[in-house]
């Protein structure tokens, strides 16, 4: 997921910010984020099946985690404060990151009930 997540902000820096402006880019990649993502973790979990709905619950809640984590790894290499990055989470300013960890912590659930036998 995280080389997932790099080539999109490639995608996006190349691409969407050029043609659209930065805040306009950040949304549409939050989009082709989230359907990247979605077309992965088909994959994943059609491979590796998940065997119960608590199963499926605390996969959701570690990738949630881990992500949140990856990204905070990352916005402090960068050098942005903790009140930078939870901008990125502000829904009533356009920001619509928070739709990432999200899909990411209800996908595993999602993917159980439409994959069981």
Same mark, same amino acid.
């Given at each position: 997921?995280?080389?997932?997540?790099?080539?999109?902000? @490639?995608? &996006?820096?190349?691409? #969407?910010?050029?043609? /659209?402006?930065?805040?306009?880019?950040?949304? =549409?990649? $939050? =989009? $082709?984020? =989230?359907?990247?993502?979605?077309? *992965?973790? *088909? #994959?994943?979990?059609? &491979?590796? &099946? @998940?065997? %119960? =709905? %608590?199963?499926?619950?605390? $996969?959701?809640?570690?990738?949630?985690? @881990? !992500?949140?984590?990856?990204?905070? +790894?990352?916005?402090?290499? %960068? +050098?942005? !404060?903790? %009140?930078?990055?939870?901008?990125? *989470?502000?829904? #009533?300013? +356009?920001?619509?990151?928070?739709?990432?960890?999200?899909?990411?912590?209800?996908?595993?659930?999602?993917? /159980?009930? #439409?994959?069981?036998?």
């Amino acid at each position: 997921m995280p080389v997932i997540a790099v080539l999109n902000a @490639l995608i &996006r820096q190349f691409l #969407f910010v050029k043609n /659209y402006g930065e805040k306009a880019a950040h949304q =549409i990649s $939050t =989009i $082709t984020l =989230i359907i990247f993502l979605g077309i *992965y973790l *088909y #994959f994943v979990l059609n &491979r590796w &099946r @998940l065997e %119960s =709905i %608590s199963q499926a619950m605390w $996969t959701g809640i570690l990738w949630c985690f @881990l !992500t949140i984590i990856f990204e905070i +790894g990352l916005g402090l290499a %960068s +050098g942005k !404060t903790f %009140s930078e990055m939870l901008k990125a *989470y502000d829904l #009533f300013s +356009g920001e619509l990151w928070v739709f990432v960890p999200l899909f990411i912590l209800i996908v595993p659930v999602l993917f /159980y009930f #439409f994959m069981k036998d």
